[in-house]
């Protein structure tokens, strides 16, 4: 038992010196994948059913839209990007959400129609993401949003939780006519060279109790968001990674909710809905 206090110890005290050094986390952060899986899983219930279309992006993917009751095209539309499972019923029902308060909402696929039932699945669907290719994705459902005569969106927001968290600030990296990113305990990028590309206001929400995203790494993230001059606000909410999924064993619907609200208001105060 004393070895292994000692081990950990000596492992905490690395772990914290990288992040002084600032090393970059992968999409499991500063987790390992064995240990990143242990803070997912997936219940078996299946989402209310999905109300949208698929359609057919420019770079050949597909994705999935969804239009509010009474949508008139012109109006502010979200792109949804999913957590490290895929495109399942439970991101179809988040971007079904969306309809509710007046927006549009296109949910990307960067699995390439893979949708992992085991946390094993999903971390090989994660390992096997080309970035290049699925940055392609994400700027051809960007763009979609604003070029399909269903959608003609006038302003545009990302929004992703996990694996989507971080491909959403990918976006907004890329895409500087982006209106509003939203990431979810995602990967972060601390380099205040590379977050100066950003133009787009910036919601970051994390959890304190994040192993992945500990509060040590997104005070690099913060600090480099400062040092770029990028717009927008990093929250930590008491809770542990994947508190916001409802179809998680980690859900916390306190703390989801809460997070929900700044969202909301986030998004309203960048792309508000017209009454």
Known sequence: ??????V????????????????P????????????????SLKTEEAPAA??????LADGSKAYLTLPEQWQPGGTAVLVIHEWWGLNSHIKHWA????????????????????????????AAMRAVDQAKAVKTLLAGHAFLSDDARVKASKRASIGWCFGGGM????????????????????????AA????????????????????????????????????VAGEVLLFPADHAFANPSGGN????????AWTKVQAFLESKLPVAK
């Open 168 to 191: 959403s600030l990918q976006l907004a990296l890329h895409a500087p006519d982006l209106d509003a990113a939203v990431m979810y305990y995602g990967k972060p990028v601390t380099d």
């Open 51 to 56: 109300r949208g279309v698929v359609v057919d």
């Open 96 to 123: 079904d959400r969306f309809t509710a308060s007046g927006r549009a909402a296109l949910a990307v696929d960067l699995y390439g129609g893979k949708v992992a039932a085991t946390r094993e699945e999903a971390g």
């Open 8 to 23: 950990l110890v000596v492992v905490s005290a690395a772990l914290l010196m990288l992040l002084a050094q600032g090393a």
């Open 194 to 229: 590379e977050l100066k590309k950003i133009k787009a206001p910036l919601l970051g929400v994390f959890g304190e109790r994040d192993k992945a995203f500990p509060p040590a790494l997104i005070e690099q993230f913060k600090g480099g968001l400062r040092e770029a001059g």
């Open 25 to 40: 986390a992968g999409n499991t952060g500063v987790l390992g994948e064995a240990e990143f899986a242990k803070l997912h």
């Open 1 to 6: 038992m004393l070895i292994d206090r000692h």
């Open 251 to 258: 859900y916390d619907a306190v703390q989801a909710a809460a």
